[in-house]
């Protein structure tokens, strides 16, 4: 290779590279001004829902003025349509012993649940359904990925999906998110009975080195979220910490070689109006604006609820 050539190669890693870092640390400066002012969003039911042996698992805001609400119970697993701030329908995912739904996401036109047999924890069920118009019911899902083995490690409690180039991509962790299980489908099969999501790559969060990490811990996080900044992609954890204060941590997210996570901003905020990421928690991120929210839930649905949005 002429040296020129090399001279121009390598100015455009550097431009490249000098990009990426510019837009990493634009990212962490939103991230990091999550919870400089706060505001409720009220809403209020009178359908029956089962409050016993569950709570509220997830949250997802489909802007202006849609909440979808995972849950869990003594009986079934459900998901909760909000619709300026009444709730309009409760509807079952799946009967006993799947009953308890976990964290989602709605994504690229996808919703993506994890439910799973909390019990026995040896078995779940990722439901994936088409999920472009929140008013219209979930119907059959597109994909149903199971999953069976040893207690814990085969269930299914957070779940994220986003799109990356021609395939999407699944992130689903297991009992108090030790592993995380990635999987993958063409985009173009997404609605192929014939196709299934492909399990890639298993990796032990115990286990997974930390270099780069702007600390050491890696929390059981309650939700995961994925989403693109500037091309690249990134996940967002939610959970609480020791001090029982909800704390959403920032990965990168590599896949190449091999899946890798570094987590390069962390924020903590006080547990407000009776709401927690211990029980429901999810992020809102409009791409075209590059605004950033997070969301927590009380612990059921009453008739007077209340969810939390750190902006």
């Known amino acids: 290779m002429h040296s020129l050539s090399i001279t121009f190669l390598l100015t455009g890693l550097i431009w490249l590279t000098g990009q990426l870092v510019w837009a990493q640390s634009s990212l962490v400066q939103a991230f990091r001004q999550l919870g400089d002012s706060?505001?409720?969003?009220?809403?209020?039911?009178?359908?029956?829902?089962?409050?016993?042996?569950?709570?509220?698992?997830?949250?997802q805001w489909i802007a202006p003025d849609f909440l979808l609400l995972s849950g869990s119970s003594s009986t079934v697993s459900y998901y909760a349509s909000v619709k300026n701030g009444q709730v309009v329908k409760v509807d079952t995912l799946l009967q006993f012993p799947y009953k308890h739904a976990g964290g989602f996401q709605v994504n690229h036109g996808l919703l993506a649940v994890g439910v799973e047999d909390n019990e026995a924890k040896n078995s779940s069920q990722?439901?994936?359904?088409e999920f472009y118009d929140p008013t219209k019911p979930l119907g059959v899902p597109l994909q149903v990925i199971k999953r069976t083995g040893q207690a814990k490690?085969?269930?299914a409690g957070c779940v994220a999906i986003a799109r990356q180039q021609k395939q999407f991509l699944l992130l689903v962790g297991d009992w108090d998110t030790r592993h995380l299980d990635l999987y993958q489908i063409p985009t173009d099969r997404i609605s192929d009975p014939t196709t299934e999501f492909t399990l890639v790559e298993s990796i032990a969060l115990e286990e997974h080195f930390r270099d780069g990490w702007i600390d050491d811990t890696w929390w059981p996080y309650q939700n995961i979220n994925l989403f693109h900044f500037e091309g690249a992609l990134y996940l967002i954890g939610l959970g609480i910490n020791n001090q029982k204060e909800n704390v959403a941590d920032l990965f990168a997210v590599s896949l190449?070689?091999?899946l890798q996570l570094t987590k390069i901003a962390t924020q903590t905020f006080p547990q407000q109006q009776q709401t927690s990421f211990l029980w429901g928690a999810g992020v809102y991120w409009h791409p075209g604006t590059k605004k950033m929210k997070v969301l927590a839930t009380p612990y059921t649905i009453g008739q007077e609820n209340v969810i939390m949005v750190y902006q």
């Not at 505001?39 to 997830?58: D, K, W």
């Open 153 to 155: 490690r085969a269930t």
């Open 38 to 59: 706060t505001y409720t969003l009220s809403f209020q039911n009178s359908l029956a829902v089962n409050r016993e042996g569950g709570h509220i698992q997830g949250v």
């Open 256 to 258: 190449e070689p091999t």
């Open 126 to 129: 990722v439901l994936i359904y």
